[in-house]
């Protein structure tokens, strides 16, 4: 189905004033400083799928920036602008790796490089402790990890069977009405 350009660029644009929103409003509860980011992935995952990778980009962007600029907790803003916002970008090309495994390392890989980045910036440049109580030891550390990698693994399983309710329940529903 054809869309003019304006209607997809409107569209584009709600979407991400609503994204911005959502995370100004995920900055009061520290437990939606994850789940909004994953929440927002989503979103970029349909808009790449309906109008393709150049609108999620301009989305993910205009998030990015508009959130880094707006929102106070900087730790949301870096989950969404360093992982969760241009992941659902990515994974279309990664999925299509056929060695079997490597691309479950190369997700694995690639989100915990950018845990790894994100709680060093929080940490150095924004100055938020890694553990609110200041201490930090092994076995939090490890339980952190491990519960991040869970997280993901969900989110993974989650978006696959999100994408195949979307294909075939909610995008042409879009579609229609945007026609």
Do not use: W
């Amino acid at each position: 189905m054809f869309l003019k350009k304006s209607v997809m660029a409107a569209f584009c644009g709600m979407a991400a004033a609503l994204s911005v929103a959502l995370m100004f409003a995920g900055s009061l509860f520290y437990v939606f400083a994850y789940a909004i980011p994953m929440l927002l992935g989503v979103v970029v995952f349909m808009i790449n799928k309906t109008f393709g990778k150049g609108y999620a980009i301009y989305v993910f962007i205009a998030v990015s920036v508009l959130s880094m600029l707006f929102v106070p907790d900087k730790e949301t803003v870096l989950m969404y602008a360093l992982f969760f916002g241009y992941y659902p970008i990515i994974k279309p090309y990664i999925v299509k790796i056929k060695v079997k495994g490597l691309s479950l390392i190369l997700k694995l890989l690639i989100f915990n490089f950018s845990v790894l980045i994100i709680e060093i910036l929080c940490v150095k440049l924004f100055n938020i402790p890694f553990f609110d109580d200041g201490v930090f030891s092994k076995s939090m550390l490890i339980f952190f990890a491990v519960t991040m990698n869970l997280c993901f693994v969900m989110y993974e399983g989650f978006l696959k069977n999100f994408k195949i309710i979307y294909e075939r329940k909610i995008e042409s529903r879009i579609l229609k009405a945007l026609k």
